[in-house]
């Protein structure tokens, strides 16, 4: 049998058919994306070669009745939201289907006063919600918190910043402070090179790595600490309203230096 081969300079299409059928593992599932790819490159194939839907399946190596059902669910692969999704059905209902919306509004409720959640605070939400969900395992709920978060684009993320009370509390003091000493500033008798600004932070004293370059594979990544890991120092800095930085203090347990 005479094996068609569609444009052999090698457009951007059949470029990826090459890919997908030079897997060395074969699957039988393509995604959403792939099989609208595949159905794109068949029709041209039909198109410009005047060769059947068969043929041209048997070209791209593609059994003739999955081209075939592809064409009728063409409409439904089109709509679909997720295109690396391997089917267009949408899969069993979700159980906190009902309360996915409480769920994002204590999300958004918990967070806008800066306080943290997690899947474990979910959990429990839900429970509230759901009475019946206390027959469900911990690893079941969990599971079902994560898809939860995956559809709704939600993830663990480290703090960017910490603080006692929220930004939006102190709001109004910040601007009081600034309109009590914005008038002192810019008085003729106040030299900006004598009004210090200080703050301090704890540092410590000996900031080691926790990441380093080694082998793949390597069972064990062994790093070297100091025996002061967990001893800090308290760094004060101090800026002039005139834009001047002074030499930062470093305060060891009642001791202090001056850093250049």
Known sequence: MKQHIYCKSGISSTRRLNRIAS???????????????????????????????????????????????????????????????LRVMDGPRS???????DLLQFIDTWRNKGLPVNRVALIRKARTLLPHLESKS????????????????????????????????????ALQFLAYVRPILVQSNHDPNFIYNMDQTPVQMAMDWKVTIDKVGARTVNLRTSASETKRVTVAVTLTASGRRVKSMVVFKGEYALLS
């Open 95 to 101: 159980i906190l289907l009902g309360i996915e919306s």
């Open 138 to 173: 911990e690893h079941a709920l969990k599971m079902t918190i994560s898809r939860f978060m995956k559809k709704h684009r939600l993830v663990h993320r480290m703090a960017t910043h910490k603080a006692q009370r929220h930004p939006s509390e102190v709001e109004g003091e």
């Open 23 to 85: 897997r060395t593992t074969k699957r039988n599932q393509y995604s959403v994306e792939e099989k609208i790819r595949i159905l794109r490159v068949v029709r041209t194939m039909v198109t410009e070669n005047n060769i059947t839907f068969g043929e041209a399946a048997s070209a791209v190596t593609i059994d003739p009745s999955m081209i075939s059902r592809w064409r009728k669910q063409e409409g439904a692969l089109g709509s679909a939201k997720r295109p690396e999704m």
